[in-house]
């Protein structure tokens, strides 16, 4: 199982930007970003096959953020213009089975997550 570390969180005003950075123990190539919100269920961010480099967005986080990579170890998002309601933990993951890349129930590793406040 590859192994994940997430980094780059914080805190922000609204408006603001963060980059963060996920660095896997191992090559895997279809990579994607999740996030948390308290109460709330983990839903799609944005993810990536690294192999044909081709993103994908949720409507939420689209024109925003930007999914990149610049190894099959290492993926980051480039989140803009934040928004109170971007506030979650947010998590990689990595050795998806197939299906939509935006599926979380498709993800076999995870990694323990990054916190991002926004605030108003």
């Known amino acids: 199982q590859v192994h994940l570390v997430e980094s780059g969180g914080g805190s922000v005003q609204a408006g603001g930007s963060l980059r963060l950075s996920c660095a896997a123990s191992?090559?895997?190539?279809?990579r994607a970003w999740f996030r948390q919100a308290p109460g709330k269920e983990r839903e799609a961010v944005a993810a990536?096959?690294?192999?044909?480099?081709?993103p994908y967005y949720s409507d939420s986080v689209e024109g925003r953020f930007t999914i990149s990579h610049d190894s099959a170890k290492t993926v980051y998002l480039r989140m803009n213009d934040l928004k109170p309601e971007d506030t979650a933990m947010y998590y990689c993951?990595?050795?998806?089975?197939?299906?939509?890349?935006?599926?979380?129930?498709?993800?076999?590793?995870w990694g323990q997550g990054t916190q991002v406040t926004v605030s108003s």
């Open positions: 990536i096959d690294v192999r044909f480099n081709n």
């Open positions: 993951a990595t050795e998806q089975r197939g299906g939509s890349l935006l599926d979380k129930t498709t993800y076999k590793s």
């Open positions: 191992g090559y895997t190539y279809r």
